[in-house]
């Protein structure tokens, strides 16, 4: 029996090891997959717009215009020129402006010895520039030329019947275009991607890539890359993963390399469960060894330390009988008589229990150590750099603790638990001047003598700023705000925090309503408060505030007599 129940764990943890590998080598491989695909799209439509540029380029050699300052310059008088040069402008700034890849467009017009671009207009013609980005005969796919590290489309306009060579239309390739369209892969820290011309051996950098990541690094022999590749690479001590795909058509090869611990990213909760697992795997193997050799004392050991718990004074003690054996019946009595002597007592012990727990929470809600600590800290820290402040922050700390430790009635005026609140929000303020910003609105006159329970704001301002200020690395903003109409007065407080989803959101409004929950926190405690006071009507709403961060609007009835 032993032998089976540890064959059947070992077997189990085996398996989970082999789920873990297979997890690793699948979450590889989509990330790989996915990687290939995006790449492979990406020089898919790199080269539909190369062939469309191509397309525009060669229908623009038949251009009207273009024909007439090549053959009838020396016959057109001065409106014409200038009326033909303007027409072709247009048209080469229409092919310009027509993909983001294009950086110029320009007609070389060999008769007359001009040039005219999409972005310099009319300027004498280059010949070495000419001769060096004509397309080499026999050269195949998207022909793209090398010129001063850029590359051109070029496409040349011969002379009918043997006559000579009239013009050029050259169409330079904007570099910055591609590097931010090769950003797009930028999508994980560390990772980036090349395009590489193996023409002309041009290497074009995504944007955003790492500098420390090079070329060299990544692959050596890059001309040897095929499509679909995926090669492995140790740079600077950190591992890469290269996926490559070669594009025929334009002679490029476009590497994108993403960091190998991205892949065990998914998976890191998993191989932590996965120890956990073996852990527990064998604990229970241990335990179950050990309670198949005491089977038959652990039951009077059981009763044994059961009555020592009594001794103690533990009448909470319970055996469970789950057999009709001799120890069954024992265990019954025992039991039965632990609850006869456990309810003669049960009500005064309970009581005593009670009334402990309700003056431990109320010695918490009167001082909050950290809060203490920390203005104790600062007060020390302002006390040695001979700050200013130090007398209005001790002030404002004296008022504070003085406020909340009095023994006073249970209601005061509004007025002064607003004051209370200006206070705390005055402390905090000096703790974090360059990180907070709070916003009061006057409080209504007609508001200010009415009777409220104490401690109603100070708990929502804490929340707000635990969530605005010390979770948050934006500077925080707190506001307060009141409303009054015929039914009910309404302080708001809002905060811009960015911790608050929607999941916490709908955890908390249901939290008001939990009726079940023993412990509660600050905002709970005042909205049971507020019913009980004023009704059920009353209370507290939790919404999100248009700033972000949590909306907390407390409404009481003003003409209720407390």
């Given at each position: 029996?032993?032998?089976?129940?540890?064959?059947?764990?070992?077997?189990?943890?085996?398996?989970?090891?082999?789920m873990y590998n297979w997890s690793l080598n699948t979450v590889k491989n989509?990330?790989?997959?996915?990687?290939?695909?995006?790449?492979?799209?990406?020089?898919?439509?790199?080269?539909?717009?190369?062939?469309?540029?191509?397309?525009?380029?060669?229908?623009?050699?038949?251009?009207?215009?273009?024909?007439?300052?090549?053959?009838?310059?020396?016959?057109?008088?001065?409106?014409?020129?200038?009326?033909?040069?303007?027409?072709?402008?247009?048209?080469?700034?229409?092919?310009?402006?027509?993909?983001?890849?294009?950086?110029?467009?320009?007609?070389?017009?060999?008769?007359?010895?001009?040039?005219?671009?999409?972005?310099?207009?009319?300027?004498?013609?280059?010949?070495?520039?000419?001769?060096?980005?004509?397309?080499?005969?026999?050269?195949?796919?998207?022909?793209?030329?090398?010129?001063?590290?850029?590359?051109?489309?070029?496409?040349?306009?011969?002379?009918?019947?043997?006559?000579?060579?009239?013009?050029?239309?050259?169409?330079?390739?904007?570099?910055?275009?591609?590097?931010?369209?090769?950003?797009?892969?930028?999508?994980?820290?560390?990772?980036?991607?090349?395009?590489?011309?193996?023409?002309?051996?041009?290497?074009?950098?995504?944007?955003?890539?790492?500098?420390?990541?090079?070329?060299?690094?990544?692959?050596?022999?890059?001309?040897?890359?095929?499509?679909?590749?995926?090669?492995?690479?140790?740079?600077?001590?950190?591992?890469?993963?290269?996926?490559?795909?070669?594009?025929?058509?334009?002679?490029?090869?476009?590497?994108?390399?993403?960091?190998?611990?991205?892949?065990?990213?998914?998976?890191?909760?998993?191989?932590?469960?996965?120890?956990?697992?073996?852990?527990?795997?064998?604990?229970?193997?241990?335990?179950?060894?050990?309670?198949?050799?005491?089977?038959?004392?652990?039951?009077?050991?059981?009763?044994?330390?059961?009555?020592?718990?009594?001794?103690?004074?533990?009448?909470?003690?319970?055996?469970?009988?789950?057999?009709?054996?001799?120890?069954?019946?024992?265990?019954?009595?025992?039991?039965?008589?632990?609850?006869?002597?456990?309810?003669?007592?049960?009500?005064?012990?309970?009581?005593?229990?009670?009334?402990?727990?309700?003056?431990?929470?109320?010695?918490?809600?009167?001082?909050?150590?950290?809060?203490?600590y920390n203005s104790l800290f600062l007060i020390n820290t302002m006390a040695?750099?001979?700050?200013?402040?130090?007398?209005?922050?001790?002030?404002?700390?004296?008022?504070?603790?003085?406020?909340?430790?009095?023994?006073?009635?249970?209601?005061?005026?509004?007025?002064?638990?607003?004051?209370?609140?200006?206070?705390?929000?005055?402390?905090?303020?000096?703790?974090?001047?360059?990180?907070?910003?709070?916003?009061?609105?006057?409080?209504?006159?007609?508001?200010?003598?009415?009777?409220?329970?104490?401690?109603?704001?100070?708990?929502?301002?804490?929340?707000?700023?635990?969530?605005?200020?010390?979770?948050?690395?934006?500077?925080?903003?707190?506001?307060?705000?009141?409303?009054?109409?015929?039914?009910?007065?309404?302080?708001?407080?809002?905060?811009?925090?960015?911790?608050?989803?929607?999941?916490?959101?709908?955890?908390?409004?249901?939290?008001?309503?939990?009726?079940?929950?023993?412990?509660?926190?600050?905002?709970?405690?005042?909205?049971?408060?507020?019913?009980?006071?004023?009704?059920?009507?009353?209370?507290?709403?939790?919404?999100?505030?248009?700033?972000?961060?949590?909306?907390?609007?407390?409404?009481?009835?003003?003409?209720?007599?407390?």
């Amino acid at each position: 029996m032993i032998a089976s129940f540890l064959l059947a764990i070992v077997l189990i943890i085996f398996l989970g090891i082999y789920m873990y590998n297979w997890s690793l080598n699948t979450v590889k491989n989509e990330i790989i997959n996915s990687s290939t695909a995006q790449v492979s799209f990406y020089l898919t439509s790199l080269e539909e717009e190369i062939e469309r540029i191509k397309i525009l380029q060669h229908e623009s050699l038949t251009d009207e215009y273009l024909g007439k300052l090549a053959v009838r310059y020396s016959i057109m008088d001065e409106y014409e020129i200038m009326e033909s040069m303007r027409k072709l402008h247009q048209r080469l700034v229409t092919i310009h402006n027509s993909s983001s890849y294009t950086s110029n467009v320009s007609a070389h017009i060999l008769p007359i010895q001009k040039t005219i671009s999409s972005t310099a207009t009319v300027s004498p013609i280059d010949m070495n520039k000419f001769d060096q980005i004509r397309v080499p005969a026999g050269e195949t796919g998207a022909q793209l030329v090398q010129y001063k590290n850029n590359l051109y489309i070029t496409t040349l306009h011969t002379g009918n019947a043997g006559l000579p060579q009239k013009y050029m239309i050259e169409i330079e390739l904007d570099t910055t275009a591609f590097q931010e369209a090769l950003g797009q892969f930028h999508t994980y820290d560390n990772s980036g991607s090349f395009l590489i011309d193996l023409t002309h051996d041009i290497v074009i950098s995504g944007k955003g890539n790492d500098a420390n990541v090079r070329l060299q690094d990544l692959a050596g022999n890059y001309h040897e890359l095929k499509s679909g590749n995926v090669i492995y690479s140790n740079i600077n001590g950190q591992k890469m993963y290269v996926v490559s795909v070669k594009s025929d058509y334009l002679n490029m090869l476009l590497l994108r390399y993403i960091p190998q611990e991205l892949i065990f990213v998914p998976l890191r909760d998993f191989y932590i469960w996965l120890w956990v697992f073996t852990g527990a795997g064998a604990m229970i193997m241990l335990f179950y060894s050990i309670y198949t050799y005491n089977l038959i004392h652990k039951p009077m050991r059981k009763l044994v330390g059961s009555f020592r718990h009594v001794e103690s004074g533990n009448f909470n003690v319970s055996i469970h009988v789950n057999s009709k054996n001799e120890f069954g019946y024992l265990y019954q009595g025992f039991n039965s008589m632990v609850q006869n002597v456990s309810a003669l007592i049960e009500q005064v012990y309970k009581q005593k229990i009670l009334n402990q727990r309700a003056e431990l929470k109320q010695l918490q809600s009167q001082i909050s150590p950290h809060f203490l600590y920390n203005s104790l800290f600062l007060i020390n820290t302002m006390a040695k750099l001979g700050d200013d402040n130090l007398i209005p922050f001790t002030k404002l700390l004296g008022d504070y603790f003085q406020f909340i430790t009095r023994n006073a009635s249970d209601f005061l005026p509004l007025r002064e638990e607003v004051e209370h609140a200006r206070t705390y929000s005055e402390i905090q303020f000096m703790r974090f001047p360059s990180r907070l910003t709070i916003h009061f609105e006057d409080l209504p006159d007609e508001v200010k003598e009415i009777q409220v329970p104490r401690l109603i704001l100070q708990p929502i301002l804490e929340n707000a700023f635990k969530y605005a200020v010390e979770q948050t690395k934006v500077k925080g903003l707190i506001t307060m705000r009141f409303q009054q109409d015929d039914r009910a007065l309404r302080i708001i407080v809002e905060d811009n925090g960015t911790d608050l989803s929607e999941s916490k959101l709908s955890a908390l409004q249901k939290l008001l309503y939990d009726t079940t929950n023993i412990e509660t926190s600050g905002l709970i405690n005042i909205h049971r408060r507020l019913r009980l006071i004023y009704g059920d009507e009353h209370g507290l709403i939790l919404e999100r505030s248009a700033m972000g961060g949590l909306k907390v609007t407390l409404q009481l009835d003003p003409k209720a007599s407390v």
